[in-house]
């Protein structure tokens, strides 16, 4: 065993006992300051020097993040197990993304919608949800879950096991810089294009591999597996996202419910819309799912390993 299998298991071990860290000593926050810092608050200049410097701030600050851990781990430094564990822990989120989602749904099982809104809008969408009723509540805590695990578990853990730490934290800030500025906005047109583009090319095979492992975690959870593929195959395309709409789809086929955002996608697992009590089918999928994810990222490491001619 490599000790980066001991920093990847090590890393999901410290995730699932203590979460994430306090926001004000966590790497995605700085990533976020530097962002911020280097974005402005007003797009200057024309659209060409607007997407010249969205990507030289994407590019410089993937050395920025990347490149001492790419050092780090060819130094040779002994034990590098025991300070690597922490520093890939943080590129990715197990423990935090399913307390968000059992916030919305305790919210909902209480009855209590001003609070379900106001908490699927704060941890884990965009979209405006003050009006929205329980139903699209849950249809978006249910699709916001399935898609981050793509972005919090499975993308940041595969590019740990194919190219180290280094390249699990470029993937981190890369997403990072598409939640902040990737948007189709006056602001962040052009700013932040490069910057969509990179996250959608890099969750292309991901978003792939989880929607399969969505499918997988369906059967394993004795939900409808042949329902999931089917919905993955047929509708993954219906929403804007060129990603998105795998897992997504994968997730409504297995639960056999509807998943909608209005006046922009509508997945059709199944012809009903989706209760409080679908989400905690969705956490039983979620589990399986993330367990093939951590194998899977385990399996390339053993095989990145044996072409190295680590292991005999």
């Known amino acids: 065993m490599t000790w980066q299998l001991v920093t990847l298991l090590g890393a999901v071990a410290l995730d699932l006992a203590l979460g994430e860290p306090p ?20 797009p200057r200049g024309r659209p060409a020097r607007q997407l010249i410097r969205g ?24 034990l590098r197990w025991l300070w690597a564990i922490p520093v890939l822990k943080v590129t990715f989120s197990i423990r935090a993304l399913f307390a968000a989602g059992k916030r919305v749904q305790l919210a909902l099982q ?34 916001s879950l399935a898609e981050n695990i793509t972005d919090s578990i499975t993308a940041p853990l595969c590019y740990y096991a194919l190219g180290g730490l280094a390249l699990a934290w470029a993937y981190r800030f890369a997403n990072t810089c598409d939640a902040m500025i990737g948007y189709r ?11 969509a583009r990179l996250d959608d090319a890099l969750n292309y095979f991901p978003a792939r591999l989880t929607a399969l492992f969505i499918c997988l975690a369906a059967a394993l959870s004795r939900e409808d597996a042949g329902g999931s593929l089917r919905t993955t195959l047929a509708q993954h395309r219906r929403t804007a996202s060129p990603n998105a709409g795998w897992t997504m789809a994968a997730m409504a086929g297995a639960l056999g419910v509807t998943l909608e955002k209005l006046g922009h996608y509508r997945l059709e697992g ?3 819309a989706p209760q409080p009590e679908d989400i905690t089918r969705c956490f039983a999928i979620m589990r399986w799912a993330v367990a093939v994810a951590i194998a899977f990222a385990c399996m390339l490491l053993c095989l990145r390993a044996a072409c190295h001619g680590y292991l005999p």
């Open 23 to 42: 926001t004000r000593f966590h790497p995605v926050g700085w990533m976020g300051h530097y962002i911020a810092l280097t974005a402005g608050r007003k």
């Open 55 to 78: 990507a030289a701030l994407v590019l410089v600050g993937i050395l920025l993040f990347g490149l001492p851990w790419l050092v780090a781990e060819r130094s040779g430094l002994p």
């Open 110 to 143: 209480k009855g209590d919608l001003p609070a379900a809104r106001e908490l699927v809008g704060f941890h884990l969408v965009s979209r405006e949800t003050s009006s929205l009723p329980p139903s699209l509540v849950a249809a978006a805590t249910i699709e």
């Open 185 to 195: 906005d006056a602001r962040h047109e052009y700013l932040g294009k490069f910057a």
């Open 270 to 272: 199944g012809s009903r």
